[in-house]
Nanobody, 123 residues
Framework: QVQLVESGGGSVQSGGSLRLSCTAS????????LGWIRQTPREAVAVIDS????SYAASVKGRFSISYDNAKNTLYLQMDGLKPEDTGMYYCAANTYINNLCQGRNPYDVQYRGQGTQVTVSP
């Protein structure tokens, strides 16, 4: 069974940075679609697939960067230039194939998700 555990959330001031991590266990991803989903409003802010393609929501493009370390089975989200509107619960999402989470950033097309980590950005 796939388990995803997020870490790295916290409270920062506007303009600050955070790095979210999501470590997967129970499965070694070969073909995959992985992403970070913000709960409210529900949005797939960043996704990456096993073909090396990544995609970002317009609201975070240029400020966030998603990456996946195959050796560590860990997904990252580097968040720079944080704004108060970035505040929310962020979930790690994983799929064992390239699906609409990656092709259309559909935040509901998710096989597995973690418990979430809170990001709070103050003005």
């Amino acid at each position: 069974q796939v388990q995803l555990v997020e870490s790295g959330g916290g409270s920062v001031q506007s303009g600050g940075s955070l790095r979210l991590s999501c470590t997967a266990s129970g499965y070694t991803f070969s073909s995959y679609c992985l992403g970070w989903i913000r709960q409210t409003p529900r949005e797939a802010v960043a996704v990456i697939d096993s073909d090396g393609r990544s995609s970002y929501a317009a609201s975070v493009k240029g400020r966030f960067s998603i990456s996946y370390d195959n050796a560590k089975n860990t997904l990252y989200l580097q968040m720079d230039g944080l704004k108060p509107e970035d505040t929310g619960m962020y979930y790690c999402a994983a799929n064992t194939y390239i699906n609409n989470l990656c092709q259309g950033r559909n935040p509901y097309d998710v096989q597995y998700r973690g418990q979430g980590t809170q990001v709070t950005v103050s003005p």
